[in-house]
Each structure stands twice: as C-alpha cells, then as structure tokens.
C-alpha cells in the first residue's frame, strides 16, 4: 500500500528558505508510470499545486512560485523534496505530497496525498 | 484566487441526494481538460473522489458520482449520511494558467 510522509521544519524565519522531504513506502518512485507533486493549503482555505517532478527530475512549477521553488528527486531514498525561498507569513501552509498519474491530454490528478506537514512562517 | 468556483457550502438531511457545482471556463473545464474531486474530511489530508469526470477510484461508494458538461462539473452524493461532512473540492488544469487548479471548496452538512 502506497504510503506518502512529508517531513521537515515545522516553523521557518521569515526570509530563509523552506526544505520538506517525502519518503514514499509501499512503491517506487522510479516508476515512469507516475509523476509527484506538492500541494499547500494555508489555514482554513484552499488547495494550490506548487509543483510536480517526474522520477527522471523533469520538474514544472506553478507560475506564481516558480522564481522560488525547487523540487528534485533522489530515487536511491525514494524520496522527493521541495525547497522555496525567500518565504513570509503567506506562505504558511500545510505542505501535502502527492503522486500523480501520468500526464495525459485530458489532464492528471493527485491519486495519494500525504497526511500533510504544516510549516508556519514566523 | 482559484478559477473553479464552487457554492460554499451544501446541506442536507441524511438519506437525501445533494449537488456540488463546479464552473469553470474555456481556459480548463470548457476545453476539454478533465475534472477530478476531492474529499477533505476534518483535520485529515485531501482524498481522491472521482476522476477524470466520472470515474471511481477502489473503495469509493458508488454513492459518489461526477459529471461534466460545457465548463462546468458536478459531484453528487446519494443517501447522505453524517460522515460525508468534509469540503470537497474539485480541480482540472488551465491551459492559459499553465497550472493545475483547485476549485474553491465546499462544505457538505448533514442536517
């Protein structure tokens, strides 16, 4: 059973750079059937996909981010990270991890999310 | 600020059938880019619903059906009961975004 686990600092200075690490269990990240991304949600509002990787570290980004933001892959730990700089208070949020189905032309969704990590920018 | 409007919050009594929209436009639902949906329970991470329009992942009641036309989407629930209150969120892609998008959230009560 496929297992996501977010990781990292829950609280980051204003400025400094923010680094959460997903540990996926139960499947491989090197498969090239999938693709694996971030999503945040500040207290008590929406969803916003920050980025996605796929196992070979092609990465795209969300416009609005992507000055900021880096997301890499290390398939010996089966993991994937996400570092964003330069943050403020708006960027605390809950952090989830998720895997993706591979792209399609219609579109892909978010099959496996993480519990979620909340990082608070303070 | 999300591109997938949905109404705030629905209710209805346990065994009822209610309705979520999700509009969209030309630039995501309207040309053709698929709608997937999403169930948040309380304190807990997002859980995928539906997919791709109207597809069920296992595990997942068939009580819980999609449905897409023009640049909008639906989910309903059939035979509510008191552990479907969650948001539920809806998402697609937009193309002249260049992102994935996440409808507003709606909040189910059961009366």
């Known amino acids: 059973q496929l297992q996501l686990l977010e990781s990292g600092p829950g609280l980051v200075k204003p400025s400094e750079t923010l680094s959460l690490t997903c540990s996926v269990s139960?499947?491989?990240?090197?498969?090239?059937?999938?693709?694996w991304g971030w999503v945040r949600q500040p207290p008590g509002q929406g969803l916003e996909w920050i980025g996605s990787v796929y196992y070979s570290g092609s990465a795209h980004y969300t416009p609005t981010l992507k000055s900021r933001v880096t997301i890499s892959v290390d398939t010996s730990k089966n993991q994937f990270s996400l570092k964003l700089t330069s943050v403020t208070a708006a960027d605390t949020a809950i952090y989830y991890c998720?895997?993706?189905?591979?792209?399609?032309?219609?579109?892909?969704?978010?099959?496996?999310w993480g519990q979620g990590s909340l990082v608070t920018v303070s | 600020q999300s591109v997938l409007t949905q109404p705030p919050s629905v209710s209805g009594a346990p065994g009822q059938r209610v309705t979520i929209s999700c509009t969209g436009s030309?630039?995501?639902?309207?040309?053709?880019?698929?709608v997937h949906w999403y169930q948040q329970l309380p304190g807990t991470a997002p859980k995928l619903l539906i997919y791709?329009?109207?597809n069920r992942p296992s595990g997942v009641p068939d009580r819980f059906s999609g449905s897409k036309s023009g640049t909008s989407a639906s989910l309903a629930i059939t035979g509510l009961r008191a552990e479907d209150e969650a948001d539920y969120y809806c998402q697609s892609y937009d193309s002249s975004l260049s992102r994935y998008v996440f409808g507003t959230g709606t909040t189910i009560t059961v009366l």
């Open positions: 998720a895997r993706l189905n591979y792209p399609t032309s219609s579109g892909e969704h978010f099959q496996h």
């Open positions: 791709a329009n109207n």
């Open positions: 139960g499947g491989s990240l090197s498969s090239r059937n999938y693709y």
């Open positions: 030309s630039s995501n639902i309207g040309t053709g880019y698929d």
